[in-house]
Nanobody, 121 residues
Framework: QVQLVESGGGLVQSGGSLRLSCAAS????????MGWYRQAPGKQRELVAT???????NYADSIKGRFTISRDNAKNTVYLQMNNLKPEDTAVYYC???????????????WGQGTQVTVSS
């Protein structure tokens, strides 16, 4: 199994910055793609950004040019640097990771508990 621990959320004024972190841990697993999703009140969860273990990235159009995803493969940690935040970025941000279990070669999809990001106008 894989555990994901997120940190870095909080309250920030419009135009400010925050950096989210998510550390994945587990035994006898290989972490593959990692990413961030968000869910605002009354809305569906949506993709923010993903990154493969080779470093290829994918971003939602709404955050391109403002957010940057990166990862440290040695630490199985993914980061989301969020700049020029807007009130519409307010949401619970969830970390996501794919993993291959060494014992069975089966893949799994794992989620963190979520971290609140609130942007005031």
């Amino acid at each position: 199994q894989v555990q994901l621990v997120e940190s870095g959320g909080g309250l920030v004024q419009s135009g400010g910055s925050l950096r989210l972190s998510c550390a994945a841990s587990g035994s006898r697993v290989t972490i593959t793609a990692m990413g961030w999703y968000r869910q605002a009140p009354g809305k569906q969860r949506e993709l923010v950004a993903t990154i493969t273990n080779g470093g290829s990235t994918n971003y939602a159009d709404s955050i391109k040019g403002r957010f940057t995803i990166s990862r440290d493969n040695a630490k199985n940690t993914v980061y989301l640097q969020m700049n020029n935040l807007k009130p519409e970025d307010t949401a619970v941000y969830y970390c996501n990771a794919g993993a291959v279990l060494h014992t069975t070669s089966r893949t799994g999809d794992y989620w963190g508990q979520g971290t609140q990001v609130t942007v005031s106008s």
